[in-house]
């Protein structure tokens, strides 16, 4: 069935670094792909999105480009600061059933 | 505001002992659903709902019930809780599941504790 397999963490940078993490996907079809960002005592929330091969989901200085030949969706920040400290799910969702796949999250720590 | 609600925010309770945990939103979404967030595993369905009287499991819905009879509101029920429930609970809910890249909403989350 389909799957998401994101980095684990936690993932410790200090301010101002380049972070990367990593998400795979499998699945069949034309998935639509997403990250959830996860913020101390909340609930998750959208970050951003990609529909379709290609395409660039963006939000607060984060990317992720939908990558079909390398099932790939790796989110990327150039410059990350103490408040983007929380919890990354990297998901999809597929128009074959009703189901949301969420990877096992990542935790960020950004040190001053 | 758009927004999706639970209550209790905190419950520490005892084995056996029944509760409910309510979910409630105000953007007219057919889809909602309940999860599980534990340290290590992520976050597991326990039950969804496509519409109203619309209910199905899944990935983990053992020792839980849900009822959808208003569309705003998905209630989770634990009949008789074990320690193993201990959890932090979402709600979550959208316009529909699956197709073209719809977003979730969640709740604050329910951190429950079964002694």
């Known amino acids: 069935g389909d799957s998401v397999t994101q980095m684990e963490g936690p993932v410790t940078l200090s301010e101002e670094a380049f972070l990367t993490i990593n998400c795979t996907y499998t699945?069949?079809?034309?998935?639509?792909l997403f990250w959830y960002v996860q913020y101390p005592g909340e609930g998750l929330q959208l970050l951003l999105k990609?529909?379709?091969?290609?395409d660039k989901g963006s939000n607060k200085g984060f990317e992720a480009t939908y990558r079909k030949e390398t099932t790939s969706f790796h989110l990327e920040k150039g410059s990350v600061q103490v408040s983007d400290s929380a919890v990354y799910f990297c998901a999809l969702t597929s128009n074959r059933d009703d189901k949301i796949i969420f990877g096992k999250g990542t935790r960020l720590h950004i040190l001053p | 505001e758009a927004q999706v609600t639970q209550n209790p925010r905190y419950l520490i309770t005892v084995t056996g002992k029944k509760l409910t945990v309510t979910c409630s939103q105000n953007?007219?979404?057919?889809?909602m659903s309940w999860y599980r967030q534990d340290p290590g595993l992520g976050l597991r369905q326990i039950y969804y709902s496509m519409n109203v009287e619309v209910t199905d499991k899944g990935d983990v819905p053992e020792g839980y019930k849900v009822s959808r009879k208003e569309k705003r509101n998905f209630p989770l029920i634990l009949e008789s809780p074990s320690p193993n429930q201990t959890s932090l609970y979402f709600c979550a809910s959208s316009w529909t599941a699956g197709t073209s890249g719809i977003e979730q909403f969640f709740g604050p989350g329910t951190r429950l504790t079964v002694l």
């Open positions: 953007m007219n979404h057919e889809y």
């Open positions: 990609a529909t379709k091969a290609d």
């Open positions: 699945a069949t079809g034309y998935p639509s």
